[in-house]
């Protein structure tokens, strides 16, 4: 690639629905934009294709970037920011990529949170999300037996999806009490748009049994998991699965924010312009608190426009943000984790799942670095991803500090980045 | 099912649609341990997008693949742990 | 916080933990104090070689008899301290080096340091991923490699089973009769060790140790890629250097199979961030030694500061004109393998017992010319 070709006015990390709203609308300005994501294809987590190739929502918006001239990378990652104005990427064929910006645009998403409980690590317990994009790649789940479970909006998504898909899914269990969510369905009632996710609550789930104020406790099998022991009601009863899908609700990708310094707090904090507190870096959608797809595009609108310099055309949509933001925070109240999950792990419960440390082990240390120093808690490939999160809702640490790569990558990668290289 | 991919999972043939990632074809040969963790303990996919490194496999001899970000290619051997 | 100690030791890291140790055997009532995670400083930062180097009549003294207090603890050492007698292998890439090798063998055998000259072939056989062509090494058996953390953290747990006082607070004044902590208060001491490494001219001044901040980089688990720890005998030429940034070769094998990637020197780099062209310089040094390693796959890099004094030895004991007072840092890059003599230096300073060798050129009174410019003026 040429330096022109690696050059952009606005680079957009990211290409779930608030990247390409962002891309989209930088490039609609006449900026010269590239969007970079990590899968193989755009869409995001939410928007991910399907290999049955139904068209999905993202369609319209891949079709739009194509036209204005986006550019679209896909399948590689940041793992660095080697100087200002600058990322080193590795591409799906691991071969290093650096790409310049005058803007950034971050939209790296969010990953599900896992709370551990006896049980979790067994094959086929997956995470809620993480069972449908497996699915969503043709991962075989016909006449399977499935047990959905954890917290918020994503799991009678993920049943309906595996149900479509010819899954048996036994049960939904949603830890949240029934209060909670019939307060978090009048909201919907203020965003009509959104009915069909108030439609979950009135039977379109007909046969599949929606629990609340219930959750895993332990999962059991040989090999891999064959059955789930649910607590309700201050009882538990166990029901067989193929597959567990749990999910509770999502954490926001905030690594390479971070490793630009920018400020984050719940999320990427960022003024009404959707800029953070770094000079030329944008955030929009989950990176920037959990508020669905909705709040994702009309941030990356927002974004896009900003990073583009048509701050008045961004200023336009902040009403239409409000009251995203509005049904986003009803979203956090009505699905807040009950205290009960911080005490599903026994300590001999494994939170690190790359390096195999109990709980009982990590509990032991003054503190996350301690943690990782005496235990190797999050230590391994997955860089306290699946851990951080869990440890903070357990104990309440905080993640230690961002440091490159954010992603393993090779010795080659690694080594090139920065190269001013030709 | 026009465009299918063969591939060998465990020197198992397996065939699978064009776009599967190896996940799909290791879970379609019939296999759930994708990898033994570093106590011995049985593993597959946890989060499905690439950021967990639960499904990591050994893809035409390279080690540390994360099955669920890879696309089946045809010809393809993939070697889970046993 | 009226418990008087025979001896306060500012620092938790593998040096303070090794001078608890030692002194706590000597009989010593010790007071450790360190608000951070034990061995969270240069010790969490250090690749864990336990290795005998020459650069000096007293290098050889401390490290070699440094070794052997490791060896002699090997089979005590918890599982997590992960220490291997793994070797080293000095790699010579070309005629000149090798003539270093046998340098370096002779002089070995003369301090019964068992060593074993290696030629390409033998070289090649020993680490088939090295690249073809070197000249040879030089094989040191015995020398190990630990994971510091947890080995510092044994230390300081014997330390503690004999009733030593882990203090967790931050040390701001040192003095003759014991430590002020953070908080205004103070713990009373017959004597004060400051142990804390690159940081220790803060709490005692005018001592030319500087921050010499070094990279590595740690792989995903590759059983049997790397049998032994690599150096290349250019390290000589370079990282000996003490004015410029240098980069060498230095790769290691962990019990996890995980391979760890170094090395870098830089001074003057008060950051702790990852400093990409020098991280790209030592990737690509180690790449030339050992190309297979371009594929293998980086899941952390690092950064730390080292202690390092003018002369590369440590300044161990009493400090001029304040026999109470005694330092323990400027480690440099080897401050692992030698935490341990450092201790057994301490504790003899400090009971007037025998050393198992001489203190005199590790005390800071020595002369010291400061290269560069002194942190302190």
């Not at chain 1, 793992?79 to 971050?106: H, I, K, M």
Request: contains cysteine; glycine residues 12%; hydrophobic residues 45%.
């Amino acid at each position: 690639m040429s330096e022109g070709d690696r050059s952009f006015d606005v680079l957009v990390i990211g290409a779930g629905p608030a990247g390409l709203a962002a891309a989209c609308r930088a490039a609609a300005a006449r900026a010269i934009v590239c969007l970079v994501d990590d899968n193989p294809r755009p869409g995001g987590q939410i928007w991910r294709a399907s290999l049955d190739r139904v068209p999905g929502p993202a369609v319209p918006w891949i079709a739009t970037a194509a036209r204005l001239g986006v550019r679209m990378i896909e399948g590689a990652r940041v793992f660095a920011a080697p100087e200002p104005g600058r990322l080193a990427l590795e591409t799906g064929a691991g071969e290093p990529l650096d790409l310049r910006y005058r803007s950034l645009v971050l939209a790296t998403g969010a990953r599900e949170r896992f709370v551990p409980f006896p049980g979790w690590t067994l094959p086929n317990a997956m995470g809620a999300g993480g069972l449908q994009s497996l699915v969503k790649s043709g991962f075989p789940v016909r006449g399977k037996k499935v047990v959905v479970a954890g917290s918020g909006p994503l799991l009678p998504a993920v049943a309906r999806y595996l149900r479509h898909a010819g899954a048996d899914v036994r049960l939904i269990a949603e830890q949240a009490p029934l209060a909670a969510l019939a307060r978090f369905a009048r909201s919907l009632l203020h965003h009509p748009h959104k009915l069909a996710e108030a439609a979950i609550f009135g039977g379109s789930l007909a046969g599949v049994r929606y629990l609340t104020s219930s959750w895993p406790v332990s999962a059991q099998g040989d090999g891999r998991v064959q059955s789930v022991t649910l607590a309700r009601g201050g009882k538990t009863f166990t029901e067989s699965c193929d597959y567990l899908a749990c999910g509770f609700g999502l954490v926001p990708n905030t690594e390479l924010a971070s490793l630009l310094g920018c400020r984050v707090s719940e999320g990427v904090a960022v003024d009404d312009y959707q800029r953070t507190t770094v000079e030329g870096v944008y955030a929009a959608g989950e990176i920037t608190g959990i508020g669905g797809v909705d709040l994702a595009l009309v941030e990356g609108e927002i974004a896009g426009h900003a990073a583009a310099g048509q701050t008045e055309r961004a200023s336009r949509l902040f009403q239409a943000r409000d009251r995203q933001r509005h049904f986003a925070r009803s979203l956090a109240r009505s699905f807040t984790l009950r205290e009960e999950l911080k005490h599903l792990a026994p300590d001999d419960t494994l939170v690190c799942r790359c390096e195999d440390v109990s709980l009982g082990r990590v509990r032991a240390a003054t503190g996350w670095r301690e943690a990782k120093l005496q235990t190797r808690c999050g230590m391994g490939p997955c860089q306290s991803r699946v851990c951080g999160p869990a440890v903070e809702f357990l104990l309440g640490w905080k993640p230690d500090s961002v440091r490159p790569p954010l992603f393993p990558v090779s010795v080659n990668s690694l080594s090139q980045a920065g190269d001013s290289g030709s | 099912m026009n465009d299918a991919v063969t591939l060998r999972v465990n020197g198992k043939p397996v065939t699978v649609p064009a776009g599967a990632m190896v996940s799909t074809a290791i879970a379609a040969a019939g296999f759930d341990l994708f990898r033994r963790s570093v106590t011995g303990q049985p593993r597959g996919p946890l989060c499905g997008m690439g950021i967990c490194f639960e499904c990591r496999v050994t893809v035409g001899g390279r080690q540390h693949v994360r099955s669920c970000q890879t696309a089946c290619a045809s010809g393809m051997e993939v070697q889970t742990d046993e | 916080m009226n418990a008087s100690f025979d001896v306060a030791i500012a620092g938790g890291g593998i040096v303070g933990a090794a001078c608890a140790d030692f002194c706590s055997a000597a009989g010593m009532r010790v007071a450790v104090v360190e608000a951070g995670p034990i061995g969270g400083g240069a010790t969490a930062a250090g690749m864990g070689h336990i290795v005998v180097m020459d650069d000096s009549p007293a290098q050889i003294a401390l490290t070699e008899r440094s070794r052997s207090l490791w060896m002699a603890l090997a089979r005590e050492l918890p599982a997590d301290a992960e220490y291997v007698t793994a070797g080293t292998i000095w790699v010579a890439a070309d005629a000149e080096e090798m003539a270093e090798v046998e340098r370096k063998r002779a002089l070995y055998a003369g301090i019964g340091v068992r060593a074993e000259v290696l030629g390409p072939r033998q070289l090649s056989e020993a680490e088939p991923n090295l690249r073809p062509g070197l000249a040879g090494g030089l094989l040191v058996p015995d020398d190990g490699v630990s994971y510091p953390p947890c080995a510092a953290r044994f230390f300081l747990e014997r330390a503690q089973a004999r009733g030593a006082v882990l203090l967790r607070a931050k040390a701001v004044e040192l003095m003759e009769t014991g430590i002020r902590l953070a908080g205004g208060e103070a713990v009373a001491a017959g004597a004060v060790v400051n142990a804390t490494g690159a940081w220790a001219p803060e709490l005692t001044p005018r001592f030319a140790v500087r921050k010499r901040k070094g990279h590595l980089a740690i792989t995903d688990r590759y059983p049997g890629f790397l049998r032994h720890q690599l150096v290349e005998l250019g390290y000589l030429k370079s990282a000996h250097s003490t004015a410029a940034d240098s980069v060498a070769f230095n790769a290691q094998p962990r019990r996890t199979g995980q391979v760890l990637i170094g090395s870098s020197r830089q001074f003057g780099a008060e950051h702790a961030a990852i400093d990409q062209p020098i991280l790209t310089r030592m990737l690509e040094r180690a790449r030339a030694y050992m190309p297979p390693l371009a594929d293998l796959t980086v899941i952390r890099c690092w950064t730390g500061f080292r202690a390092a004094a003018p002369d590369k030895l440590p300044l161990i004991g009493p400090c001029a004109g304040r026999p109470r007072l005694l330092l323990a840092t400027g480690h440099e890059g080897l401050g692992i393998t030698t935490s341990l003599a450092t201790g057994e230096l301490v504790a003899a300073h400090l009971s007037g017992r025998p050393f198992a060798i001489p203190p005199e050129p590790y005390l800071p009174s020595r002369e010291l010319e400061a290269e560069g410019d002194p942190l302190h003026e």
